[in-house]
């Protein structure tokens, strides 16, 4: 875009004249020590727990011990040009941050500054990032479902609109693959996702953006980042930064997903903060409040009833209702969920979906393991189909772990366990999905009713993901109006249940694959 | 800093209680500002932290740097803080003394930089206008800062009060 010079100095000269000459009262301090990211300043008697501070050269800190004579303050940002003696300033503002529509299809840092190149976010509003979760009365009980587009978590781990699902497992099993396809299936259904990168690679970031924008999914997506180069405070601060923008429409009747990735580097910066603050700490050096910065967080993501909504937006939003969902992460070592903060957070969180490097590493992806996973809302929210189809597929899943153990072991097995084992094999390989993949609720309602029908028993193992592929695009190209009624109604009443079989039958006559 | 005035604070609030009984505030204030004086002279400071120095010695050292300074009771406290090796302390316990003794009398301590000479109507005028503001009296101190520019900036403790035109121009610079 071209600046007119004229414009600018109008601007400029606009500005000076409403600019409002006024005596500026404050309470002052000066900086009595520097340390990591950790400044204690002198006075400022008036200071509040959670305050921005301001620092010459325009920068800012947070106030977080409020000792009898002085505070400790972490900051947000660069602090080499700060040194012994220098005043600081009380702001009387808790740390806010930019919110509104202007923010989706942008990246932006801990602090809501745009960091894409695309400009200043066009937006007035701000929120709080920290504030008080929705009281009692406010709740509605989840469900709605937020299809994640995978077959195996939204057949058998489903997440509602409102819930907190944590993803977990090692590193390198596909967590952020799971949040990023959750994302692109977010495409057209009016969610509008938050993703939170928390201590990961600049590359990594830069990674999910270019992907999203491949996938045309940026464009209902803010990026908040907080990368392992930044300051501590900002990758402690940048989940809530994240919560706020998502509150912004939850608040006004809208349904938004945020998935934090991960609240484990989230809990280490905090753990640095804490320890350079001197605070006492507690197992696995954590301080003591580290359940609380997570539990605060997530109680955040909720369903809100329609009186609520209308409260919040003045009564300009009337019979919506609002949610935010939260899918955290949580990065294990050596699959060990007994951690400190994988067990808080799979307490706090209504549910979790399990990941294993074995699952990942024998080619079963997404590597969920169906039997720790589980989902403890997500049931009376989901469609109708996938729900019926999906419980046959959780049986025979947990049948086939149960004898696969002991079945190595047996020559000879009875026909019936035999019949299970092959089922289950069948059903695990048609779990498997490709990445950037996303299925509709019809082309998964198809999928699962081929297995729960038993088509898939008389393939050959290795044939099964050919088998759904071949059976997916013919279902498109001959079967395009029954697939539209399933996504729209998302029943499985007789006749959707006839016609997808007859349909299927009518495809293995005619198909190869 | 900080801790040194948190260590001071029990030594300063005990002598206000000894000087607002025996009505001697101004004695004392007077004596602390002397000993803190000492204080902050670089050799003595290097004479109280040698270990070598014994804390007899030191005793009649300081009692003889003061002499006529402190009285019987002052001259027990000054041997109290060498007893516990605190005598360093005395800037912190002089500053804290004084700001008890503001409360006590119920005035505030301003300082009033302006960027030109005020005169003393103008004092007055602040004087009342800050009394207003502040709810209590206030000992004014001025001082003279040619880079203020214009008006006058107004320090309690850490209350500031910025009526400058350095300051009114920083603000308008982050506005812009």
């Known amino acids: 875009m071209q600046l007119n010079p004229s414009e600018i100095s109008d601007l400029i000269k606009k500005k000076i004249e409403n600019f409002d000459v006024s005596v500026e009262a404050h309470t002052e301090g000066t900086v009595v020590s520097i340390t990591d990211g950790i400044i204690t300043v002198h006075g400022l008697s008036e200071a509040m727990q959670g305050e921005m501070l301001e620092f010459p050269g325009n920068t800012f800190g947070m106030a977080l011990n409020l000792e009898r004579d002085s505070v400790g303050v972490v900051m947000l940002g660069a602090y080499q040009h700060i040194s012994e003696g220098d005043t600081v300033k009380c702001t009387g503002k808790i740390l806010e941050v930019p919110v509104g529509e202007a923010l989706l299809g942008r990246v932006v840092d801990g602090l809501g500054n745009p960091i894409d190149g695309k400009g200043a976010v066009e937006t007035t509003e701000t929120s709080p990032v920290e504030k008080i979760a929705p009281g009692v009365i406010a709740r509605q009980s989840v469900d709605q479902p937020v299809q994640l587009g995978l077959k195996s978590i939204d057949s058998m781990i489903p997440v509602g609109r409102g819930q907190r699902e944590l993803i977990i497992g090692d590193r390198q099993t596909g967590k952020t693959a799971i949040a990023i396809d959750a994302i692109i299936n977010q495409k057209g259904t009016g969610v509008k996702c938050i993703y939170v990168a928390i201590g990961q690679k600049r590359s990594s970031v830069a990674n999910v953006v270019r992907k999203l924008e491949e996938h045309d999914a940026l464009a209902h997506t803010i990026i908040v980042t907080a990368t392992a180069s930044e300051a501590a405070a900002l990758q402690f601060i940048a989940p809530y930064t994240g919560c706020s923008m998502g509150e912004f429409f939850r608040d006004k009747g809208e349904d938004a997903l945020i998935i934090y990735d991960d609240l484990t580097k989230q809990a280490w910066a905090y753990r640095q903060m804490s320890l350079l603050l001197r605070r006492p700490p507690g197992r696995e050096a954590y301080p003591g409040d580290v359940f609380y910065i997570h539990s605060r967080l997530l109680e955040r993501a909720s369903r809100i009833n329609a009186a609520e909504v209308e409260k919040l937006t003045g009564g300009k939003v009337k019979g919506k209702t609002g949610s935010l969902t939260a899918l955290p992460i949580i990065e294990t070592q050596g699959g060990d969920v007994s951690a400190f903060v994988p067990t808080n957070v799979i307490s706090i969180t209504d549910g979790q979906i399990f990941l294993e490097s074995d699952l990942f590493n024998s080619g079963i992806r997404p590597a969920v393991n169906a039997g720790l996973s589980v989902s403890r809302v997500g049931g009376a929210a989901q469609t109708k189909i996938i729900k019926k189809l999906g419980g046959g597929i959780r049986l025979d899943l947990a049948q086939y772990r149960e004898l696969a153990a002991f079945a190595q072991f047996a020559s000879d097995l009875d026909e019936s366990t035999r019949k299970q084992i092959e089922r289950g094999q069948r059903v695990t390989e048609l779990m498997k999905q490709d990445q950037y993949s996303p299925m509709s609720v019809a082309e998964m309602g198809v999928s699962l009713h081929a297995a729960n029908e038993g088509f898939l028993d008389d393939l050959d193992v290795a044939k099964v993901r050919d088998f759904e592929a071949a059976l997916q695009s013919y279902m498109k190209s001959e079967a395009a109006d029954l697939m539209q009624k399933i996504n729209d109604t998302g029943d499985y009443g007789d006749e959707i249940k006839k016609g997808i079989q007859s349909a299927i039958e009518t495809f293995i006559k005619t198909s190869s694959w | ?176």
């Open chain 2, 1 to 176: 800093m900080s801790e040194l005035s948190t260590l001071a604070r029990p030594y300063a609030e005990a002598v206000f209680k000894i000087a607002v009984e025996s009505k001697s505030t101004s004695d004392w204030s007077e004596m602390l500002e002397f000993l803190s004086a000492v204080m902050q002279d670089k050799e003595m400071v290097a004479i109280v932290r040698n270990p070598k120095v014994s804390q007899e010695q030191l005793t009649t050292l300081i009692m003889d740097i003061c002499q006529e300074q402190v009285k019987e009771q002052s001259a027990s406290f000054v041997k109290l803080l060498v007893q516990n090796e605190r005598l360093i302390l005395a800037p912190q316990i002089s500053e804290l003394f004084e700001a008890y003794k503001a409360e006590h009398e119920g005035y505030v301590d301003v300082e009033l930089t302006s960027a030109y000479a005020l005169t003393k109507e103008e004092q007055k005028k602040f004087a009342t206008t800050l009394k207003k503001q502040l709810g209590k009296d206030v000992k004014i101190t001025t001082s003279i800062d040619k880079s203020l520019l214009g008006g006058y900036i107004a320090k309690a403790g850490d209350k500031v009060i910025d009526g400058s035109v350095k300051g009114q121009l920083q603000q308008l610079a982050k506005k812009l």
